[in-house]
Every structure is written in C-alpha cells, then in structure tokens.
C-alpha cells in the first residue's frame, strides 16, 4: 500500500515556473514507477511525465517535452514534477500515481498505475 499527497499548485502566470512534489508514505517507494497526470475539467486524464524506479529512465507527454521535468528522491519518498515556461492550457488538477507493473518501462496507461494522491490544482493565467 502508497499513500501518495501531492502539493504545490497555485496560481501561476503564462512563463512562469512550478514546482510540483508529491510525498509517498508506505512501503518501499523504489519498488514503484511514478507517473504525472493531469486533467483539466471536461476532459479525459492524461499522461504528463514518468520516471523509472531508480530515476534513470524518464518519459514525457509531447505537449510538456522540453518544459516540464520530472525527478525523484527515495531517499525521501517524494517526486517532484518542475514546470518551466507554463501556459494557459497547463491548467488543470495534476495527480501523482505510482506503478507496481512498470517500474522501469514507462507507462502512459493510467491503468497501469495502482495508487494515486488526491491532485492539485494548476491553474495558469495569461
């Protein structure tokens, strides 16, 4: 069992930077590949970033590349998810998840995924 809570979404400004983290508790944080949806209101959740269980592998959405990255720390049960050079339509509620199936190979599936956090909500103005 994970529990996942993630923080750090606010209002943030078209360009600006976030940070995202999300605090694991639980047992064994490395076991898990973890994931970064988000979903804004009307639409289907969606794959934002990935990284592998010891951090060595990453994978990102096509919208975010080359904007957003993603890390991790085991040594304190957290990842986080840095979000550079924002634009209105990043807004939306951005979730944690890990995955027990795919902890090396990335996932975009949210099925894939067993355990989610609760979301925070993104919203960027222009």
């Known amino acids: 069992q994970v529990q996942l809570v993630e923080s750090g979404g606010r209002l943030a400004q078209d360009g600006g930077s976030l940070r995202l983290s999300c605090a694991a508790s639980g047992r064994a944080f490395s076991n898990y590949g973890m994931g970064w949806f988000r979903q804004a209101p009307g639409k289907e959740r969606e794959f934002v970033a990935f990284?592998?269980?010891?951090?060595?592998?990453?994978d990102y959405a096509d919208s975010v590349k080359g904007r957003f990255t993603i890390s991790r720390d085991n040594a304190k049960n957290a990842v986080f998810l840095q979000m550079n050079t924002l634009k209105p339509e990043d807004t939306a509620v951005y979730y944690c998840?890990?995955?027990?199936?795919?902890?090396?190979?990335?996932?975009?599936?949210?099925?894939?995924?067993?355990?989610w956090g609760q979301g925070t909500q993104v919203t960027v103005s222009s």
């Open positions: 990284v592998s269980r010891f951090g060595g592998r990453t």
């Open positions: 998840a890990a995955s027990g199936s795919s902890s090396y190979s990335p996932s975009r599936s949210p099925r894939d995924y067993n355990y």
